[in-house]
């Protein structure tokens, strides 16, 4: 047997989404090794080998979680997602009260021993997802009852969702956004749809009254408004207040067309986190507009590779499951991408697989790995039809 036809047998599954993924991770290593420089000189005196070499390891074996992960019956994440989201309560609770503090926000849990860091909402939102996919995919018809609607899907999801907006409220919206999705989709009845929306806006209304008036409690209001009015009023921003955005703008008008070349970049002496959150302005400004375009579209072809499982799939909870976390991939995608086009308010939210970062890309990687478990499924299924 030829080292193809080997790899063909071991790599079960969408054979488009593996290559997806390889080009991802290729495009990662490129791009981490051109925007890390300010970071390596920062933090370890300009040696930007060991931060290519620390994410080279990460990416390694975040493939490797990928391979495992996609070895599994996609239908045992359906039986743990319950036990997953006791988990996630429990992080998400611990963070608040232990967690590191960045910023005014506490996102991450150092892990004893190791000195790594735990970014516990990156575990929670998966989580929250593979949850609603099997109390979605439990009932075949339109889930039309309080009871099967409001405890199973709506608790949940306002609970998991208001826990991490009290320090990360752009992933939280986008959970938020995820979950209703899931829902219309999901065929469950609309009046819960909107029950939830509603809830959902009193309850980050509360949020925001409460850290007006008890700032100690919820930090990050302040930073929300802040956000929120240099986006709608830029004029009135001050220049520390856009110098994110600025320089990510000068970036990204320096690639022009074609970009200055691979490693060429100028603004990423400049550009704040060039490794994580703007990664994608570097990308341009090195590889162009032709660049930044075929990054786009790695995720939206993934997308559409992804509906195509939900499509095909006879259980109800492998269509969901495919559905939820491929749309986070690509929401999360188009949101850093925005905020880079100054689209939308300055969020957190990283590069899904292309940005430095650690449970970021490892979680990333869980979920195509669950992805590629629903496509080795129907695969089989088909072989064994024909």
């Keep these: 047997m030829n080292i193809s036809a080997r790899i063909a047998a071991e790599l079960r599954g969408d054979r488009v989404i593996w290559a997806i993924v390889v080009l991802l991770s290729i495009v990662s290593m490129v791009a981490v090794f051109s925007s890390a ?20 390891v ?66 929670a939102k998966l989580a929250l997802i593979l949850f609603v996919a099997r109390s979605i995919g439990s009932k075949q018809d339109v889930i039309k009852d309080f009871k099967e ?40 009845a609309m009046q819960y749809v909107v029950m939830l ?40 921003a001050s220049t520390d207040d856009r110098y994110q955005i600025t320089k990510a703008q000068i970036a990204m008008s320096n690639g022009g067309i074609f970009g200055v070349g691979p490693g060429n970049s100028t603004q990423r002496n400049y550009v704040p986190s060039a490794h994580s959150d703007f990664i994608y302005s570097i990308i341009v400004e090195e590889y162009g507009v032709l660049g930044g375009l075929a990054v786009i579209s790695l995720y939206v ?18 269509a969901m499951v495919a559905f939820g976390i491929g749309l986070a991939m690509l929401l999360q995608a188009f949101f850093n991408i925005a905020v880079n086009l100054d689209l939308v308010p300055v969020t957190g939210l990283t590069l899904p697989l292309i940005s430095m970062g650690g449970t970021s890309v490892l979680f990333t990687c869980i979920s195509l790995g669950i992805i590629l478990s629903v496509s080795k499924y129907i695969e089989e299924v088909t072989a064994s039809a024909s």
């Design 37 to 56: 420089s300010t970071l390596a000189y920062d933090e370890r005196g300009g040696e930007i080998s060991y931060y290519l070499i620390k994410h080279g």
């Design 58 to 123: 990460i990416l390694g074996f975040g493939l490797v979680i990928i391979y495992i992960c996609h070895l599994l019956a996609y239908t045992k994440f359906s039986r743990w997602a319950p036990g997953l989201l006791v988990v996630a309560f429990v992080l998400l609770g611990v963070t608040m009260w232990l967690g590191v503090d960045i910023n005014n926000a506490k996102r991450w849990l150092k892990i004893p021993f190791v000195g790594l860091t735990f970014q516990s909402s990156d575990f």
């Design 149 to 188: 609607a409001f405890v199973p899907i709506i608790l949940p999801v306002l609970g998991i969702c208001m826990l991490i907006a009290i320090n990360d409220l752009s992933s939280s919206l986008m959970l938020f956004l995820i979950c209703i999705l899931m829902m219309v989709v999901g065929r469950v």
């Design 197 to 236: 929306i509603l809830l959902g806006v009193s309850v980050f209304s509360l949020m925001v009254m409460v850290g007006a008036k008890y700032p100690e409690l919820i930090p990050r209001a302040a930073t929300w408004e802040k956000r929120i009015e240099t986006y709608v009023n830029p004029e009135l």
């Design 301 to 318: 072809l993934l997308f559409f590779r992804i509906v195509r499982l939900v499509t095909k799939s006879s259980k109800a909870f492998g």
